[in-house]
């Protein structure tokens, strides 16, 4: 794969003028909704070709930016029988989606301190105390293990599907009856819905409500997601989109399924305007900062549902223009997490149930994402939204949002400046941590800073960064009078932040060849 494709490279794998160039140009500090607009249309075109050539009866799409929906579409029926067009309030069921929903609510749990993720579940599911664990050297199952599909149980897909309707009864004597276990707890990962069932019932016993009353109100309700429900019933019926598989080149109906004790796996139902402020949420968790925390969870437990928590296969894929790309991540809580060569962090879930298939999916750095949905059996909306969000990088509006810098990195940005554009040995020795010039002598780094400014004049220090990796490393760029200096600093951990590393080179539209750097 070429290294443009790769996109963006963190600081420190970037040695070269080639791959400071590659970094330099994504730098901004919030996505541009002027310029992704443009590629609105495009996308409208991509999902509407996707659900006819898909034999999708009805699908409903939206762009989430910056926390907002800004943009929807949909074609076709909700309802074929009598060709009720879908729009952004049409309420699909989502399926597996549900599981974020179901880990939110546990960590909220978690916050509040009615448990900890690495308690054993059967302190909460008591039924779970007779289970025949594997091997004697098995850990007992713990509520961590369930979010992250590492509790041992076997790949339950497509039987969970059709468990959703079992009464709580059932399933508390499925529990008695046993589980077979496919791997040892905490040491694979294997998705299973009855997991994700189980940690249901833990939000139900550990709350003292049942899972729905529990979703709705700490969740739904604070975030104004007035249309989401696990009761199909409580649907108005001229917003409901009925299920429908392909076959013997027709559409045939898929009766709703009704909630029960498997709904906190996959019973979920919403709508475009619905789950685009549920995303929101997500994304409003980046980048951290200070400031008063809102509903539904601290951001932190939201950060903390989008970190890959138990790896998983990578796997190697086409795009939709049919480059090979490799994807690596895993499971965080309730979402996927993955890696592509074009974005480092994106986060997603699909979800699939007779008569539905949908997505979420984005990238939290940069504050956009898209949902869809369709009233297909198992429709499988990735590669179109792998596609879409080309369009939008297309644009040149994707742009990630930079971490905040923090005082002692400013402080060094105008220290350091200063240092770059008029040597002064106190100055040198305020900014410098004990390895500093340990690495590389005073004197040589003195003589190298000259090697590069000398030929351009004085230099301007700037009043912002050009980019900023993480609190304690950024990059800015110095105007001269005969050409640009790009300056990056790395501070060491201490009190307060020395400079550790420091790289001093022609900014890369002024440097000719890499070995003008001076590290």
Not at 205 to 220: E, F
Request: hydrophobic share 40%; aromatic share 8%; with cysteine.
């Amino acid at each position: 794969m070429s290294s443009a494709r790769c996109g963006r490279r963190r600081l420190s794998a970037v040695p070269t003028i080639i791959g400071l160039a590659l970094l330099t140009a994504h730098i901004s500090a919030q996505s541009d909704r002027a310029k992704l607009t443009t590629a609105f249309a495009e996308i409208d075109r991509l999902f509407t070709e996707f659900a006819t050539q898909s034999h999708v009866p009805g699908a409903a799409w939206g762009i989430v930016v910056d926390g907002e929906l800004a943009h929807a579409g949909a074609t076709g029926f909700r309802d074929v029988a009598s060709k009720s067009p879908v729009d952004a309030d049409t309420v699909f069921r989502i399926a597996s989606m549900t599981k974020s929903f179901t880990a939110m609510s546990i960590l909220k749990l978690r916050d509040e301190g009615k448990l900890s993720l690495d308690d054993p579940a059967e302190r909460y599911v008591p039924e779970l105390k007779g289970l025949k664990y594997p091997t004697s050297d098995s850990p007992r199952i713990t509520v961590r293990h369930l979010l992250s599909h590492a509790e041992g149980f076997p790949e339950d897909n497509p039987w969970g599907d059709r468990q959703l309707a079992r009464t709580d009864d059932e399933l508390s004597q499925m529990l008695r009856g046993g589980i077979p276990f496919s791997n040892a707890p905490g040491l694979a990962y294997e998705y299973s819905n009855y997991g994700f069932a189980i940690l249901g019932r833990v939000v139900s016993n550990v709350s003292g409500q049942r899972y729905d009353d529990y979703v709705a109100a700490n969740i739904l309700r604070p975030l104004g997601m007035t249309s989401t429900t696990l009761e199909a019933s409580k649907v108005a019926p001229d917003r409901l989109a009925h299920g429908y598989r392909w076959e013997d080149n027709q559409w045939k109906d898929e009766p709703l399924l009704p909630h029960g004790a498997f709904g906190s796996m996959g019973g979920m139902l919403t709508s475009v305007r619905d789950l685009s402020r549920y995303v929101g949420a997500f994304l409003s968790a980046w980048p951290p900062r200070d400031g008063p925390e809102t509903a539904p969870i601290r951001r932190a437990s939201l950060r903390e549902m989008q970190q890959v928590w138990r790896p998983a296969p990578a796997a190697v894929t086409r795009t939709a223009s049919g480059a090979i790309q490799l994807n690596s991540g895993g499971y965080a809580f309730g979402l996927r997490v993955t890696q592509s060569c074009a974005f480092e962090h994106i986060v997603a879930h699909s979800g699939g149930l007779p008569g539905f298939g949908s997505v979420m999916q984005w990238l939290p750095e940069y504050g956009v994402g898209i949902v869809a949905f369709g009233n297909l059996t198992y429709t499988g909306w990735g590669r179109v939204t792998n596609s879409a969000f080309d369009a939008l990088a297309k644009t040149g509006g994707l742009k990630p949002r930079m971490p905040q810098p923090s005082p002692a990195l400013i402080a060094a940005r105008d220290k350091v400046s200063r240092l770059v554009d008029r040597w002064d040995d106190e100055v040198a020795d305020d900014i410098a941590a004990e390895n500093l010039f340990m690495d590389v002598s005073k004197d040589r780094r003195r003589a190298d800073i000259e090697r590069v400014r000398a030929p351009l004049g004085a230099c301007t220090a700037p009043a912002a960064f050009d980019f900023v990796g993480n609190a304690l490393r950024g990059g800015w760029t110095m105007s001269c009078e005969r050409g640009k200096i790009l300056t990056i600093v790395t501070l060491a951990p201490t009190m307060p932040p020395k400079v550790q590393s420091l790289r001093v080179i022609l900014a890369p539209s002024d440097a000719p060849r890499s070995d003008d750097a001076c590290r």
